[in-house]
């Protein structure tokens, strides 16, 4: 059983940044990915990026390449989520998931995830 954990969140100004992390308790060859997503109130969870354990090798939704990167630490089993230049519309529940397929981007093809970490943008 894989157990995530997200660190992180919080309230910050608009214009901001913000850097979220999830731990894992292990890396398994199985579940080889590991994604951020986030579920804004009253909207669908959905899709932010992915990352590979092995090689790093990453995928964004495209709405949101150039603002946030994801970036993983093996010796620590630790994935992370930098947040620049946030907006209000990004506050939500920010979770971590991990899966076994890399270009997954939907809720139901992640088998473990964490509990999320609020994040909230606003002045």
């Known amino acids: 059983q894989v157990q995530l954990a997200e660190f992180g969140g919080g309230l910050v100004l608009p214009g901001g940044s913000l850097r979220l992390s999830c731990v894992v308790s292990?890396?398994?060859?199985?579940?080889?990915?590991m994604a951020w997503f986030r579920q804004a109130p009253g909207k669908v969870r959905e899709f932010l990026a992915s990352?590979?354990?092995?090689?790093?090798?990453?995928h964004y939704v495209d709405s949101l390449k150039g603002r946030f990167t994801i970036s993983r630490d093996n010796a620590k089993n630790t994935v992370y989520l930098q947040m620049n230049s946030l907006k209000p519309e990004d506050t939500a529940i920010y979770y971590c998931?991990?899966?076994?397929?890399?270009?997954?981007?939907?809720?139901?093809?992640?088998?473990?995830w964490g509990q999320g970490t609020q994040v909230t943008v606003s002045s």
């Open positions: 292990e890396r398994t060859s199985s579940y080889y990915v």
């Open positions: 998931a991990a899966g076994t397929s890399f270009m997954a981007t939907g809720v139901d093809e992640y088998a473990y």
């Open positions: 990352i590979t354990w092995r090689g790093g090798t990453t």
